[in-house]
């Protein structure tokens, strides 16, 4: 699976970006998806998952403002980022993987692609 993000860049707080991510290589429809991001110093966290079925789940920390979402005709998952925050600055990640129960577990990675909060 080879996956390609797009759709970072600098952005003032409260402002929004959309993310996404081509997925080549594999049945795309089948695949469970993620995003994830690392900020600078800071361990990669998980932001969002959606199931191959559309159920989708968020951390608190972006829950309300983010939303992941899928285009199976078009290999593509999407991350909607609305009213941005400084905090939310990080290199963000899609990635394919699977949910073994309530689980999910990282398999391929794309590249990042920045994101920038500030005035």
């Known amino acids: 699976v080879q996956l390609q993000a797009s759709g970072g860049g600098l952005v003032q707080p409260g402002g929004s970006l959309r993310l996404s991510c081509v997925a080549s290589g594999s049945i795309f429809s089948r695949r469970d998806m993620a995003w994830y991001r690392q900020a600078p110093g800071k361990q990669r966290t998980l932001v969002a998952t959606?199931?191959?079925?559309?159920?989708?789940n968020y951390p608190d920390s972006v829950k309300g403002r983010f939303t992941i979402s899928r285009d199976n005709a078009k290999n593509t998952v999407y991350l909607q980022m609305d009213s941005l925050k400084p905090e939310d600055t990080a290199v963000y990640y899609c990635?394919?993987?699977?949910?073994?129960?309530?689980?999910?577990?990282?398999?391929?990675w794309g590249q990042g692609t920045q994101v920038t909060v500030s005035s």
């Open positions: 959606i199931t191959s079925d559309g159920s989708t």
């Open positions: 990635n394919a993987g699977r949910f073994i129960g309530n689980y999910y577990y990282p398999g391929y």
